[in-house]
């Protein structure tokens, strides 16, 4: 009944930019916080950025200053603008629910993820 779909990943050149969306689907009343994580071969998954539903945002270190994480509630949408992409960004990007409240209670949810390979 619900489900996060990400799109938006790709193949993209270093100092390249790439826009991530995510949408939350199906009777929803409200999410709490939205964010993304990534994943590269070999490490393990990351907080990459995070935002409330007030807008209140978090990035990691390694992204600062060139990542935007962005949502729209009224479509239960989250966003991640990257920009000024290197190598070290390439991982699989997974979009992350901490709690969705529907009619029949609420949970975590976790997107299938989608892959950035930043390359040359």
Request: net charge positive; aromatic share 10%; with cysteine.
């Amino acid at each position: 009944q619900v489900q996060l779909v990400e799109s938006g990943g790709g193949l993209v050149q270093p100092r390249g930019s790439l826009r991530l969306s995510c949408a939350a689907s199906g009777n929803i009343f409200t999410i709490n916080v939205m964010g993304w994580y990534r994943q590269a071969p070999g490490k393990q998954r990351e907080l990459v950025a995070a935002i409330t539903r007030e807008g209140m945002t978090n990035y990691a270190d390694s992204v600062k200053g060139r990542f935007t994480i962005s949502r729209d509630n009224a479509k239960n949408m989250v966003y991640l603008q990257m920009n000024s992409l290197q190598p070290e960004d390439t991982a699989v990007y997974y979009c992350h629910c901490d709690r969705v409240v529907t009619a029949f209670g609420y949970r975590e949810l976790w997107g299938q993820g989608t892959l950035v390979t930043v390359s040359s």
